[in-house]
């Protein structure tokens, strides 16, 4: 059975942190086509029920899409119109998924900076890319630990279009 340290409900004492593993019960199994039957469990402390797919990064998903081969395509350039023909779903499946794993990257790079030494030198540098086309030019800008090479932050900013244009 799976184990969950904490409620997902907002409001609940449990929120946070739960007291132990029975701090909840198991209320059974709902059927769903993409992921078959998901048990389902009620909290002790504020009643509300949940679901594994409450902790999932499939949360409210109805199509299991394969999230290693995406991200392995996705970091190869393969465009989203791609993408989409390549997993037979459609593109905004493809946008919500890539979002989906975004903020979880997000979340797990936050975590993982907590652990950085404070004392550890960073250097800071950028590079100017552009996005859609070189008529939209952008920077990144990155600081990065010497000896570990944990990136500790990345920013991106549009910039105006340098240069003048001449006709053809
Ligand atoms: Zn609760």
């Avoid at 029920?49 to 899409?65: E, G, H, L, N, P």
């Avoid at 997000?106 to 900076?113: D, M």
């Avoid at 008529?135 to 990065?144: A, K, L, V």
Wanted: with cysteine; aromatic share 12%; proline share 5%.
């Amino acid at each position: 059975m799976a184990t969950f340290s904490f409620c997902p409900h907002p409001g609940c004492l449990w929120h946070q942190e739960a007291p132990g593993e029975d701090w909840y019960i198991s209320v059974g199994y709902h059927q769903t086509k993409a992921f078959g039957p998901v048990p389902r469990f009620r909290c002790r402390s504020c009643g509300k029920t949940f679901s594994t797919q409450t902790f999932s990064i499939d949360y409210y998903a109805k199509r299991k899409v394969d999230y290693d081969r995406l991200l392995l395509l996705h970091s190869s350039s393969q465009s989203g119109r791609s993408l989409s023909r390549s997993f037979g779903v459609s593109c905004g499946t493809i946008i919500n998924r890539l979002d989906r794993l975004s903020r979880q990257a997000a979340a797990l790079q936050a975590r993982l900076r907590r652990e950085t030494r404070p004392d550890e030198p960073v250097c800071i540098d950028g590079f100017v890319s552009f996005t859609r086309s070189q008529f939209f030019p952008s920077e990144i800008t990155i600081s990065i630990t010497r000896d570990s090479r944990f990136i500790l932050d990345l920013t991106h900013a549009t910039h105006r279009r340098s240069g003048s244009m001449t006709e053809i």
